[in-house]
């Protein structure tokens, strides 16, 4: 028996992250190869509205720990109180979504449980108990390593891409807890400032428009091309550095991953540090001016094209066919 | 005030490198290959070194886990202006854990004010050192330091530090990469800050720097002389490479496309 504990993501306006329910799969897996059960924690100013959200997705017991000291998601308030809780259920398995903040809290949890981790893992494989390996990506994606985790704990980030959502499957058990405040927190949020945007969410969107740096800058036509097909948008490390778009849109290895329905490439080599970020994608377009363009070997579809003359072209005929 | 500052030196493949697995499956094929220092690191000791500018001078200590080829990447950080190089020696298989409680046991030995890690290492990827170190020093953490300014901005031709240190050096500012947008974290210091690709544009290292850097001493550790339990926790049993994606076609125009797009992909 090895009960697996999935640490949520609690967000400032107390909403549930989607990227949640993909952890909560990669937990699933775990137990049905494992044969523990599935826990979850949610670690906010008030977790109960949260815990009973995340109770719908067949997870045994969602444990709410509120404290005023947990208001923001830091890390140093965050790995205590989700350690605490690890160790009072005798976790093994301690996981959560591969997100900025995921990736953030969760080696410091597995620090303060002296257990080894595996980030943005990818699959479970193995049997079960001591055999229970995960794959991950290396090198841009270039490898797949499959890692054994030699520690009595063990920890990980997930992939989102990777995991499908969980479905509601029967309520589980709310139980609330009083994390220990610790003698001083050492982190505080003083500001944030969001990238806002009507589009759908990066790392949701069923069709994603990215631009690099064959746009110069100029995103007025992919950003027509995504708002007719409801897309969102996206770019590529080049133009993130030039401050053309927000570095929220950066999709690679050292961004956000991606796997929509549809990604459209306009402009952007493909880099396998870009392609890393997006190769999951299941049709991939690419309009690029050179035809000798990387992004060409990923593609399904490659328009050899000057990008100013193929977007309103294919903006009007993507209305034109709907 | 002048200030202390611990960065390192993974050695890491250029990340222009082709990597191949060998045909055991159990590590990468070397023919080829050039190493450089890891890019998130460089960029971390570019903002040590502009940080140690602003406040009036101080160290910058560089350390490098892994065998003698990391002389290399110690030396140029030295070269870029890095005080004192820290070499600790292993040869073999390294995780996570190690390599913080090697940092973390240098970092009782020199007692800097702070420390820049990188936010990842560009070979394995994991992003978790900087945050098992912070953890086990009690430090605050600063993950993914960026800055609000471009890398084409006069902040960042100015070469000011993105990292606000207040006057009397208590607490620290970072503007991080979150999702969504940027956040303003304000840390206790001592802190520990892992960098992200917008924090600065790391400088070139002079001529001059280069030749002081060939002569410059570099002190040496070995895990076990730091006391540091040198088994490794993590095991990669396989490594290969990911299915290939089914070559595509080229379209000849978007009428073409579209319909592909209609058609065939069902996606639009
Ligand atoms: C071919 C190959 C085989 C491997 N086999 C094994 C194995 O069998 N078992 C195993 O445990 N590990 C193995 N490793 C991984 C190991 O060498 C990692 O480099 C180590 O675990 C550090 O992880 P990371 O670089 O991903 O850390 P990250 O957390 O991604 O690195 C973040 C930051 O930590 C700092 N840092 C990381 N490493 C160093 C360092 N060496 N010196 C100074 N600072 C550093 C840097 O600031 C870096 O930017 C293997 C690696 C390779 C390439
Ligand atoms: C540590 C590290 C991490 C990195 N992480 C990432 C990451 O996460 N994501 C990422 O994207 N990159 C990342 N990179 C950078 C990556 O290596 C590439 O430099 C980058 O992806 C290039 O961006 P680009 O394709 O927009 O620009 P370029 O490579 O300059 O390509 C521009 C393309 O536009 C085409 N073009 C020009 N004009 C037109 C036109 N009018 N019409 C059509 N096509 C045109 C050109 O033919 C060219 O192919 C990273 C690099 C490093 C070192």
């Known amino acids: ?322 | 005030m002048p200030i202390k500052i611990l960065v390192t030196a993974k050695r890491v493949e250029d990340y222009e490198s082709k990597i191949k697995v060998n045909p055991a499956g159990n590590g990468i094929l070397p023919d080829g290959l050039k190493y450089k220092i890891n890019p998130f690191d460089e960029i971390g000791v570019e903002e040590a070194l502009r940080l140690v500018a602003k406040h009036g001078g101080g160290e910058v200590v560089v350390v490098s886990v892994g065998t003698k080829d990391v002389h290399e990447q110690l030396r140029h950080a030295l070269a870029m202006g890095a005080t004192k190089a820290v070499w600790v020696n292993h040869t073999g298989p390294l995780d996570q854990m190690m390599i913080a409680g090697c940092l973390q046991k240098i970092i009782e030995k020199e007692k800097p004010d702070m420390a820049i890690l990188g936010k990842q290492a560009i070979d394995d990827d994991q992003n978790q050192v900087g945050q098992y170190l912070a953890e086990w020093l009690g430090w605050s953490q600063a993950t993914f330091a960026s800055k609000e300014e471009s890398l084409e901005s006069e902040a960042e031709k100015s070469k000011t530090p993105a990292l606000k240190l207040s006057a009397d050096m208590k607490s620290l500012t970072a503007i991080r990469e979150v999702d969504g947008g940027l956040e303003t974290l304000e840390c206790t210091m001592p802190c520990l800050v892992t960098t992200d690709l917008r924090l600065n544009q790391p400088r070139y290292a002079s001529l001059p720097g280069i030749m002081k850097a060939k002569s410059k001493p570099i002190e040496e550790h070995t895990p076990a002389s730091l006391g540091v339990s040198a088994t490794s926790n993590i095991t990669i049993t396989k490594m290969e490479h990911p299915p290939a994606r089914k070559a595509g076609i080229k379209v000849p125009d978007i009428a073409a496309l579209v319909d592909k797009l209609k058609t065939e992909a069902k996606v639009i």
């Open chain 1, 1 to 322: 028996m090895s009960n697996v504990l999935i640490v949520v993501e609690a967000q400032p306006d107390g909403s549930l992250r989607k990227a949640t329910l993909n952890a909560i799969t990669a937990g699933k897996q775990i137990v049905a190869k494992t044969g523990g059960e599935l826990h979850a924690v949610v670690l906010a100013k008030d977790a109960g509205a949260l815990a009973n959200t995340v109770k719908e997705y067949g997870v045994k017991v969602v444990h709410a720990g509120s404290a005023a000291h947990l208001t923001n998601f830091t890390a140093d308030v965050v790995a205590p109180a989700g350690a605490e809780i690890a160790t009072a259920i005798k976790a093994e398995f301690v996981g959560a979504a591969a997100t900025q903040a995921g990736r953030d809290v969760m080696p410091r949890i597995a620090a303060r449980l002296k257990a080894a981790m595996a980030s943005e893992i990818l699959g479970v494989v193995g049997s079960s108990g001591a055999d229970l390996q995960f794959t991950r990506p290396m090198w841009a994606g270039a490898v797949i390593a499959t890692v054994k985790l030699g520690t009595a704990i063990k920890c990980f980030t997930a992939r989102t891409t990777e995991f499908p959502m969980a479905e509601k499957a029967g309520a589980g058990e709310v139980k609330a807890f009083a994390p220990a405040a610790p003698a001083k927190s050492l982190q505080k949020v003083v500001a944030f400032k969001e990238v806002k945007s009507a589009r759908p969410a990066l790392t949701e969107a069923k069709v994603v428009v990215s631009g690099g740096r064959g746009t110069k800058g100029d995103f007025k036509e992919i950003d027509a091309l995504a708002d007719e097909l409801g897309a969102a948008v996206g770019a590529s490390r080049a133009v993130c550095d030039a401050g053309w778009q927000p570095n929220d849109l950066q999709i690679g290895q050292t961004g956000k991953v991606v796997a929509p329905q549809l990604y459209i490439a306009a402009g952007i080599s493909g880099a396998i540090q870009h392609i890393a970020g997006m190769k999951g994608s299941k049709t991939i377009v690419a309009i690029n001016k050179d035809a000798e363009a990387p992004i060409f070997q990923v593609a399904d579809y490659g328009l050899v094209a000057d990008l100013f003359k193929a977007l309103p072209e294919l903006r009007a005929a993507v209305k034109a066919a709907k």
